[in-house]
């Protein structure tokens, strides 16, 4: 099973919907890294949180880590258009010394 | 951030032979690594590239398969070698940031093994 899991696989939103993205750690996080992927290409990084209770916010983009839960989320505000791709959450996970990326959400934004 | 480029950005090749894949950084870095990113997959960490010393490659990774050269600060490469159509995915590099695990990744190059 993967160390690292994100719910949900995939998301079709309507554009101005919200939308949420959770990742789920098995094992302690240490650290927790949002990327986004548009297909085919690189990671653009979004986020990174350190500290339990810790929330920051983007534009419409806004994570909250939960280290008790071990788990994070990403919560997008009036989705558009631009906002579709493939949302990778990575963590240092346990006593890795690595980032361990989740299994990653494709959210497509329709109009 | 780095601006981390990549070359070649895609590449079709016959199995039994040998690709090399470059990354350029514009600026100097410690740490570079070679993720790989199989079709509908996760990213999955190759190897961490140090410079002047040898890669230091992850579970179920071999110098071998993918041997990786870091010759400066800015630059590294990876060779995957004897290819199979299994080794068919995307191979990203990034760059770690400060002591965090913050990453930066180039735009990835795409292998298709024939």
């Known amino acids: 099973s993967q160390e690292l899991e994100q719910s949900p696989q995939s998301l079709i939103v309507q554009e101005g919907k919200n939308l949420t993205i959770n990742c789920t750690s098995s094992k302690t996080l240490y650290g927790l890294y949002w990327y986004k992927q548009k297909y085919g290409e690189g990671l653009i990084f979004l986020m990174m949180l350190q500290k339990g209770g810790e929330e920051k916010s983007h534009e419409k983009i806004t994570a909250k880590l939960d280290e008790k839960k071990q788990q994070s989320s990403l919560h997008i505000t009036a989705s558009q258009p631009s906002h579709a791709g493939i949302y990778l959450c990575?963590?240092?996970?346990?006593?890795?010394?690595?980032?361990?990326f989740g299994t990653g959400t494709r959210l497509q934004v329709t109009l | 951030s780095a601006v981390i480029s990549q070359k070649p950005s895609r590449d079709i090749c016959q199995r039994g032979t040998s690709l090399t894949i470059q990354c350029q950084v514009d600026?100097?870095?410690?740490?570079m690594f070679w993720y790989r990113q199989q079709p509908g997959q996760s990213l999955t960490l190759i190897a961490t590239a140090n410079q002047g010393s040898e890669a230091t490659y992850e579970s179920g990774f071999v110098i071998d398969k993918f041997p990786i050269s870091r010759p400066n600060l800015t630059f590294s490469t990876l060779t995957v070698s004897n290819m199979s159509p299994e080794d068919s995915s995307i191979y990203l590099c990034?760059?770690?940031?400060?002591?965090?695990?913050?990453?930066?990744f180039g735009p990835g190059t795409r292998l298709t093994v024939t």
């Open positions: 600026s100097q870095v410690t740490m």
């Open positions: 990034s760059v770690g940031r400060g002591s965090s695990y913050e990453q930066y």
């Open positions: 990575g963590a240092v996970i346990g006593t890795a010394s690595k980032l361990t």
